[in-house]
């Protein structure tokens, strides 16, 4: 089992707003298996090691490095930590405060020491061109995977179903159902659940059907609310209408997998489900693109980093075009609504890049993250606004 812990608006609300003179934040890819896993620990102590100096030459007294990389360490001991690890791990610490986040995003190795988190390279997890679910519904097997472009990893959710059985005597523990598996239609030759009835017409069994994906429903719906990214849903042919029928997401993306997931590994889940849902990524891109274009002349769109900077930190970016590569260093005044752009890093400069990208996000607007050759009017940055400023 490999775990990834969610990440959302609300995580980076709150870190983007944590000012302290010891702010560490550290990256590094982790590995599922093989013999890299023993190295990942290894990798830890050396960044954190480099951070503990870092802190010492910025002034920080023992206790205060104590408590800030404290969690941190304890960690490098603990086997059953790194046997259960996803593509990569963020930590971000100060004194007394520790978050960790396990990802299905392989990150860049980095650490930073300074008066706010670096948070940059969780943009990746929050951008509207990567991140989705694979709702797997077997007759033995129930299991959400987070999805990127690149990797695939299952969600441990502990109140979660894990077959059509248990869910439905969960839900009603006097009524024992008891079922048999019949040559139920299904594409990749699927079996669907049979429960023994009274009825020949088969209506009890889609009943209990729906009864079992609305419990599912329940237990998924705080995930897909507070963490919304397209779903693609994995079964037998037979229980699409039936889930459709009782299902609340938002996401779900039209078509899914159609087979059985029991017989299928998370790769092949994985590889399948990006065939679906990769269209409707380029469509949404497209269509915000599109939608820039129309929207020219009238005071709705920027172009150019100061321009765009300055429409997200007042909060009035609907979509953001970006790409977030290149360093762009400089400063935002508040009173003035100034931003100013320096060719080298000032004291007390942001990265201005990375900085409006952060703020977009945590006002509820979307981010297509691209390469500068593709950001509408050349980039790297370009928006679409709320409204006319």
């Known amino acids: 089992m490999h775990y990834i812990d969610p990440f959302g608006k609300e995580e980076l609300i709150e870190l983007r707003g944590v000012r302290d003179d010891h702010c560490v934040s550290i990256y590094m890819p982790t590995h599922r298996k093989g013999a890299e896993v023993a190295q990942d620990p290894i990798r830890l102590k050396n960044l954190l090691s480099q951070a503990e100096e870092t802190l010492k030459t910025r002034g920080a007294r023992w206790d205060v490095i104590d408590a800030t990389l404290g ?32 990802t299905g995003v392989g990150f860049g190795e980095d650490y930073t020491v300074s008066d706010r988190f670096d948070l940059a390279q969780m943009v990746r997890l929050l951008a509207s061109d990567g991140q989705f679910y694979v709702l797997a519904l077997g007759e033995q097997m129930v299991k959400l995977l987070e999805g990127t472009r690149f990797s695939v990893s299952e969600i441990s959710l502990e109140h979660l179903p894990k077959s059509i059985s248990e869910a439905l005597k969960l839900d009603d523990p006097q009524k024992q159902l008891q079922f048999h598996t019949g040559a139920g239609g299904g594409g990749g030759g699927g079996r669907a659940a049979v429960f023994h009835g009274h009825r020949s017409d088969g209506t009890e069994n889609k009943e209990n059907l729906k009864r079992f994906f609305n419990i599912v429903d329940r237990e998924l719906e705080p995930i897909f609310k507070h963490y919304p990214a397209p779903v693609v849903l ?123 990208t952060l703020a977009v996000l945590a006002s509820g607007g979307r981010v297509f ?20 400023g």
């Not at 993250?369 to 006319?388: K, Q």
Request: glycine share 8%; aromatic share 10%; charged share 25%.
């Open 369 to 388: 993250t691209m390469p500068s050759a593709e950001v509408p009017g050349g980039g790297p940055m370009a928006s679409v606004l709320r409204y006319a």
């Open 71 to 102: 969690k941190a360490k304890s960690l490098l001991d603990r086997e059953f930590f790194w046997q259960h690890q996803a593509d990569g791990l963020a930590i971000f610490a100060r004194p007394g405060e520790t978050r960790m986040y396990r």
């Open 234 to 356: 994995a079964a037998v042919e037979y229980y699409f209408p039936l889930y459709l029928e009782v299902a609340n997401v938002p996401g779900l993306i039209e078509g899914g997998v159609k087979g059985n997931p029991d017989a299928m590994r998370d790769e092949e889940l994985h590889k399948a489900a990006w065939d679906v849902v990769y269209p409707a990524f380029k469509k949404s891109q497209a269509d915000a693109i599109a939608r820039y274009a129309q929207l020219i002349g009238t005071g709705q769109t920027t172009q150019g980093v100061e321009e765009t900077a300055r429409a997200a930190f007042q909060g009035r970016v609907d979509q953001l075009f970006v790409d977030t590569e290149p360093d762009v260093w400089g400063s935002f005044d508040e009173s003035t609504q100034q931003v100013t752009i320096h060719e080298v890093e000032n004291a007390g400069d942001i990265e201005l890049v990375n900085e409006t």
